[in-house]
T-cell receptor, first 115, second 111 residues
Framework: DTAVSQTPKYLVTQMGNDKSIKCEQN?????MYWYKQDSKKFLKIMFS???????INETVPNRFSPKSPDKAHLNLHINSLELGDSAVYFC??????????????FGPGTRLLVL | SQKIEQNSEALNIQEGKTATLTCNYT??????LQWYRQDPGRGPVFLLL?????KEKRKERLKVTFDTTLKQSLFHITASQPADSATYLC??????????FGTGTRLLVSP
């Protein structure tokens, strides 16, 4: 029973295309996150949502748009993909909104390669 | 600017020994610090959380210390096993519901 799941696991696409990554959690958590892990393994937060409301929006290009249809789902849509978008994207969730004192549960990651 | 530093080089140790990983930070005053384990091709998995008023936290073979004066956390794995081989990430509470991760240290435990 997967707690945080993401689809697809791998995504290979051409520059300029638009793609979406989906995330679902079955933990009953209120908060969900998107992180980007680059080739140097640096894990950086992009967005967080609490009960469908955007809480954190880091300095991320406008081409990235998160959408939370309900508190169990957080999707990431990327327009006009660029080479620099190649990375592993992780979805995570936590029970509440208390930030550093919350344990975060991560999905398996989506490996995006832009050619 | 705020910085979190972990040893970028891999740490190689022999099975049975104690592994000690370091997390140093500057320009932060985090109230909480967490450690995660990441295996290749997988997402990070939570291990331990320590609060600023706690000097030490233990869980089975794991021990974490948090020195707010030195701005350092040490992560120890005693009686290490090859199955402990992974990348270990420290993460600091940056306020505003944000957790900021270090780049991780790769641990290799050989039989």
């Amino acid at each position: 029973d997967t707690a945080v799941s993401q689809t697809p696991k791998y995504l290979v696409t051409q520059m300029g295309n638009d793609k979406s990554i989906k995330c679902e959690q079955n933990l009953g958590h209120d908060t969900m996150y998107w992180y980007k892990q680059d080739s140097k393994k640096f894990l950086k937060i992009m967005f967080s949502y609490n009960n469908k409301e955007l809480i954190i929006n880091e300095t991320v290009p406008n081409r990235f748009s998160p959408k939370s249809p309900d508190k169990a789902h957080l999707n990431l849509h990327i327009n006009s993909l660029e080479l620099g978008d190649s990375a592993v994207y992780f979805c995570a969730s936590s029970a509440g909104l208390a930030g550093g004192q919350e344990t975060q549960y991560f999905g398996p990651g989506t490996r995006l390669l832009v050619l | 600017s705020q910085k979190i530093e972990q040893n970028s080089e891999a740490l190689n140790i022999q099975e049975g020994k104690t592994a000690t990983l370091t997390c140093n930070y500057t320009n932060y005053s985090p109230a909480y610090l967490q450690w995660y384990r990441q295996d290749p091709g997988r997402g990070p998995v939570f291990l331990l959380l320590i609060r600023e008023n706690e000097k030490e936290k233990r869980k089975e073979r794991l021990k974490v210390t948090f020195d707010t004066t030195l701005k350092q956390s040490l992560f120890h794995i005693t009686a290490s096993q090859p199955a402990d081989s992974a990348t270990y990430l420290c993460a600091l509470d940056r306020g505003f519901q944000k957790l900021v991760f270090g780049t991780g240290t790769r641990l290799l435990v050989s039989p």
